[in-house]
């Protein structure tokens, strides 16, 4: 059966830094989704994707964001400068369009800001 | 915004009980997710529903629209079954973008 992947599984750095979050959604799949989930808390909508452009992103989603699809595989989430409160559980999502029942979450890369 | 509110937030049950969790939600709403997320913390999507009831093997999700409610049954619990369940709502109108809830644990023991 058809996955999202994403990579790395788990990243470790220092705050300040800039990290890339990577995914490869499934290959036929148009829309595309960042999550977070704070360790104990509720998963959270960051931004969603969709030709090219981001369609709709939530308060979450700062300046410090952003997201692009570099060569129609790969998704990726970009945190220029970490904060400590940027550590969490990342997942990324997609779905073939929006009528489609099922959204294809990814295993999710934990992000550790010391 | 869209407030999403399940209970209970843990249920420990006996294998082989009815298990029910409900998920309220405060605007009305087109569809409505039932997710499953495994110790390990990945996330399956279980249902999308917009009306009615479905069935997916022991799993059964029902929604009621007017009453802005849905629950998840599982019949026959077994301890594989034991994992936190989600219930999310769209945000902003797109069936994609979710708001979800913080979860119930579901703990079946043996």
């Known amino acids: 059966e058809p996955e999202v992947t994403q990579t790395p599984s788990h990243q470790v750095t220092q705050m300040g830094q800039e990290v890339i979050l990577r995914c490869v959604p499934i290959s036929n799949h148009l829309y595309f989704y960042w999550y977070r989930q704070i360790l104990g808390q509720k998963v959270e909508f960051l931004v969603s994707?969709?030709?090219?452009?981001?369609?709709?992103k939530s308060e979450i989603f700062d300046d410090q964001f952003s997201v692009e699809r570099p060569d129609g595989s790969n998704f990726t989430l970009k945190i220029r400068s970490t904060k400590l409160e940027d550590s969490a559980m990342y997942f990324c999502?997609?779905?073939?369009?929006?009528?489609?029942?099922?959204?294809?979450f990814g295993p999710g890369t934990r992000l550790l800001v010391l | 915004k869209n407030e999403v509110e399940q209970s209970p937030q843990n249920l420990t049950a006996q294998e082989g009980e009815f298990i029910t969790i409900n998920c309220s939600y405060s605007?009305?709403?087109?569809?409505l997710h039932w997710l499953q997320q495994h110790p390990g913390g990945g996330i399956v999507s279980l249902f999308m529903l917009s009306s009615g009831k479905k069935k997916h093997g022991r799993l059964i999700a029902t929604i009621n629209i007017q009453e802005k409610h849905s629950s998840l049954h599982i019949t026959a619990s077994h301890p594989r079954d034991s994992a936190v369940y989600i219930c999310?709502?769209?945000?902003?109108?797109?069936?994609?973008?979710?708001?979800f809830g913080k979860g119930t644990k579901l703990s079946v023991k043996p």
């Open positions: 994707f969709y030709n090219n452009e981001i369609s709709e």
């Open positions: 999310a709502v769209p945000y902003g109108g797109s069936q994609g973008n979710l708001i």
């Open positions: 605007v009305g709403i087109s569809a």
């Open positions: 999502a997609s779905i073939v369009d929006r009528a489609q029942e099922t959204q294809y």
